[in-house]
């Protein structure tokens, strides 16, 4: 199975500062399709998660454009540019290349200092 | 829109059953693949189970094969869970999450979950 690697686990951020998330797959995820299939989702307190990014730079419709992501093969960057209150929650990076299983990283909770 | 509600969750014992529901609207239910994914309290995502667009194939995550069965029934728009020989570690919100079909990448619509307990 790949396992998904996040960093920090806990993000302390100043409002209007920027954060950054990393995330590591323990094998690359270029698919054999030549597509990249890196989902970054957000999890506010109390709610589901909600898909932010897909193929690892794709932002979802009605996501913020503070929200950018790149990366490659193994490698991948979520980024705020301008943390605000509604930022905070837990943030989850997950691999759908080499399925069954699709597997997660363990979370990243992104809190105001 | 999209709104997939489950249902279904609740207290059972140890070595109980369960049957989970999530019941799809506003999208064309039979031509996508559905997934479950839980989360136990305070913990992470973890992916439980797939089941093809028309119901031909399956998979499921090691810690709950031959113990977890997913199932559809296209003409309700409904997805199952039935649950089997539950243990305490089987305890977490179950969300039920559309996946892929042509031109839509999976995980995009999540439903509230339900909270299964299992406990004596």
């Known amino acids: 199975d790949v396992v998904m690697t996040q960093s920090p686990l806990s993000l302390p951020v100043t409002l209007g500062q920027p954060a950054s998330i990393s995330c590591r797959s323990s094998?690359?995820?270029?698919?054999?399709?030549?597509?990249?299939?890196l989902n970054w989702f957000q999890q506010r307190p109390g709610q589901s998660p909600r898909r932010l990014i897909y193929k690892v730079s794709n932002r979802d419709s009605g996501v913020p454009d503070r929200f950018s992501a790149s990366g490659s093969g193994t490698d991948f960057i979520l980024r705020i540019s301008r943390v605000e209150a509604e930022d905070v929650g837990v943030y989850y990076c997950m691999q759908g290349t080499h399925w069954p299983p699709w597997t997660f990283g363990q979370g990243t909770k992104v809190e105001i200092k | 829109q999209v709104q997939l509600v489950e249902s279904g969750g609740g207290v059972v014992q140890p070595g109980g059953s369960l049957r989970l529901s999530c019941v799809a609207s506003g999208f064309t239910f039979n031509i996508y693949g559905m997934h479950w994914v839980r989360q136990a309290p305070g913990k992470g995502l973890e992916w439980v189970a797939i089941?093809?667009?028309?119901?031909?194939?399956?998979y499921y995550a090691d810690s709950v094969k031959g113990r977890f069965t997913i199932s559809r029934d296209n003409s309700k728009n409904t997805l199952y869970l039935q649950m089997d020989s539950l243990t305490a570690e089987d305890t977490a919100v179950y969300y039920c999450v559309r996946g892929y079909t042509s031109g839509s990448p999976p995980f995009a619509y999540w439903g509230q979950g339900t909270l299964v307990t299992v406990s004596s």
């Open positions: 094998q690359s995820l270029v698919h054999s399709d030549g597509n990249t299939y």
């Open positions: 089941i093809w667009y028309d119901g031909s194939n399956m």
